[in-house]
Structures are given as C-alpha cells and as structure tokens.
C-alpha cells in the first residue's frame, strides 16, 4: 500500500466543503447512514477524526478508548473544521509503519488506519452532501483509488454500523458508483426514501 495521507487530505477537503454548506437547521435531516440524523454523523466524524489523532501519534493501548464516542450532534457541526485539522497534523507527522489502535477494529500499521479514515471520508462527505441535497462531491478520480480500499472492507457488517452491506453493481458502472456500492450506499438515495 502506498502512503495514503494524500488521498486523505483530499477525501478531508471534500468533505470540508460539504459541511461548509450545513446549516444548523438542517441537523436533524436523515441520512443514508440510516440509523443517524446529520447532526449524528457529523458527531460520529468529529469524534472519528479525535480518535485517530490521538491514536495515530500514541502506541496502541495508550488512549481511553471514550475518545471515539461521539459528543453532541448540536455541537458537531461547529467543532467539525477543528477536528479535520486536528487528524490531518496527526496523520503527516505519523510514521506509516507504526501500529495505530482503530476503535474496537483492531491494531494496524498506520498507513492502514489512514486508508481507512480516507475510505470513511469519502463515503461520509457523500452522505452529508446527500442529506442535504447536494449533487455527489467525491471527484472520481479520489472514488477510483478509494475502490480497492473499500473492496478489503470486511463484508460481514453489523446493523448500524457506518457501511452497510456490499450492494451489487455492474462493471461498467462508474468509479464513483462503484465505490458508494462497496460501502452499501445506493446512489440514487435521497431524503424522500425514508
């Protein structure tokens, strides 16, 4: 695996723009993540990007695993641009081959956890933008290098969880189709489905 960390900043960037354009009014919409609101999933990326911060930069075992527990969805959207400067500093100082404590997932090299904090980034910065009717944002050329990351997502995937299961998806379909399948996103989802 190549060094992630510029794919990640870019996934960063994206999802950046999206959320620029939330408004606190808009926090309890639905998303595709089905079992969040907005407001949820914001929390659930702010408290994603403190726990790979402090785990990235600290050996596994050494961070109280509460710092992956989401805050508050009312606060989510204000702490947000802090929390994706706060992890993108952690990641260009770690050393990739160093081990990284990922939640209840498990210890693997860091380059690994950045893979998948990118893979995270992407799918999430589409749900945020679809949840509030934007158009899709990923650019396909971060869809097509995010692919062979989440095809290695485990398939077997609990209810609730972040990705929903793999749904099918022709070969000829886009990059970006492609990955929003692998990450159980149907990309024709809007607000109305639910």
């Not at 770690?94 to 995270?120: C, K, S």
Request: charged share 20%; with cysteine; net charge negative.
């Amino acid at each position: 695996m190549t060094d992630p960390r510029a794919l990640d900043e870019a996934a960063a960037a994206m999802c950046l723009a999206v959320v620029a354009q939330v408004r606190p009014d808009q926090l309890t919409l639905p998303t595709p993540c089905s079992d969040w609101t907005l407001g949820e999933l914001l929390a659930h990326q702010v408290a994603e990007n403190r726990g790979f911060a402090a785990n990235v930069i600290n050996p596994p075992g050494a961070i109280n695993r509460e710092i992956w527990r989401p805050g508050q969805p009312e606060t989510a959207l204000e702490s947000f641009a802090e929390s994706v400067n706060l992890v993108t500093g952690a990641f260009r100082v770690a050393e990739l081959d160093a081990p990284v404590e990922v939640r209840e997932f498990g210890v693997f090299p860091a380059r690994t956890a950045i893979a998948m904090h990118f893979v995270d980034y992407l799918a999430h910065g589409w749900d945020i933008a679809k949840a509030i009717g934007l158009a899709d944002p990923i650019p396909p050329r971060l869809a097509e290098a995010a692919i062979p990351y989440a095809d290695a997502i485990p398939k077997d995937r609990p209810a609730g969880g972040s990705f929903a299961p793999v749904l099918e998806t022709a070969e000829d379909e886009s990059p970006n189709n492609r990955f929003l399948s692998l990450t159980g996103r149907d990309p024709a989802w809007t607000g109305e489905q639910q």
